[in-house]
């Protein structure tokens, strides 16, 4: 779907147009092959390099062609263990700004409520936009790493199903990072102005977009550690209950078998001390039950039991 945005410095709030003007912000989301070849043609781009944008696993990147710079991103989208990232061009023309992304852009309804951009001033717009998403992401970050928190502090009652989200996260996670590591790239190079023209509060923003990327990329590592962490010490936890069940089964198994033992023999055929006691019964029962009890008192001193 095909949506164009206008706001100059005239104008207090965002008008959305039926037809294109000159400085408007032309946003598609759903895009498919036949809005790239539109678009292309409306506004002479490089097919070659917008195609890309509808690849689900393309890298972020910045590329220059023909006076206009196409900018690539990714943005996420879902909630908690479904949140996924998906691709998003930006291109800045000299009397145009478009956005072209296979998904639905969850921060854009939210950005153009706000209304505090200038769709006329395209290198400023672009850099906005991206520090949208990045707050975006921050939010889904920040909302993960709550529930990692809640399951790490009762690591003993952690069940499969949760395990089973904490690999969902790290993925989450690293997607993240294959989203922002590019970015700092493409910042770095976007800083020198070859790209776009910039003005020294536009760079300043890219500084402040740049240390944000920073930051979220240690966000992401450091709750990756913690995973890996919570992770390694619910195995450590399961293995050191096993371990005591194990010991505890063993020394049931070796208490009860002394009885089985003894029962046994006297079971036999043949000539057994105090066969002929008339309180035979009573002392073997006895005994067994002494000595069991000497072996359990035994195995809970040495802490098998």
């Known amino acids: 779907m095909t949506t164009i945005y206008y706001k100059n410095l005239k104008h207090k709030t965002v008008k959305q147009l039926k037809s294109f003007r000159v400085g408007a912000w032309v946003h598609i989301d759903h895009a498919t092959a036949e809005d790239v070849t539109e678009i292309c043609s409306r506004f002479n781009l490089d097919e070659n390099i917008v195609i890309d944008a509808l690849d689900e696993f393309e890298v972020p990147r910045i590329e220059k062609d023909e006076e206009k710079t196409y900018l690539f991103t990714r943005f996420a989208h879902g909630v908690d263990s479904q949140t996924k990232t998906a691709p998003l061009l930006l291109v800045v023309g000299s009397d145009f700004f478009v956005s072209i992304t296979p998904q639905t852009l969850p921060p854009l309804e939210s950005f153009i409520k706000t209304g505090d951009f200038y769709t006329t001033q395209k290198a400023k717009l672009l850099i906005q936009l991206l520090l949208k998403l990045d707050i975006d992401i921050e939010k889904h970050i920040k909302s993960i790493a709550k529930n990692i928190h809640r399951a790490g502090t009762h690591i003993e009652d952690i069940t499969n199903k949760q395990l089973t989200q904490f690999v ?105 001390p105090l066969e002929s006691h008339p309180l035979a019964f009573i002392i073997i029962i006895l005994g067994t039950i002494l000595f069991s009890i000497f072996l359990l008192i035994y195995f809970n001193k040495k802490d098998l039991l």
């Open 168 to 272: 969902n996260y790290e993925v989450i996670f690293n997607e993240f990072l294959f989203g922002l590591r590019p970015d700092n790239n493409s910042l770095e190079k976007l800083l020198t102005s070859k790209y776009v023209r910039l003005f020294e509060e536009d760079k300043e923003l890219i500084e402040d977009l740049y240390l944000t990327n920073e930051q979220l990329i240690k966000m992401c590592q450091a709750n990756i550690r913690n995973l890996v962490n919570i992770r390694d010490s619910y195995s450590t936890i399961t293995t050191n209950n096993l371990n005591k069940t194990m010991k505890f089964l063993t020394s049931i198994t070796l208490i009860l078998t002394i009885p089985t033992m003894v029962f046994s023999f006297y079971g036999m055929n043949v000539h057994l």
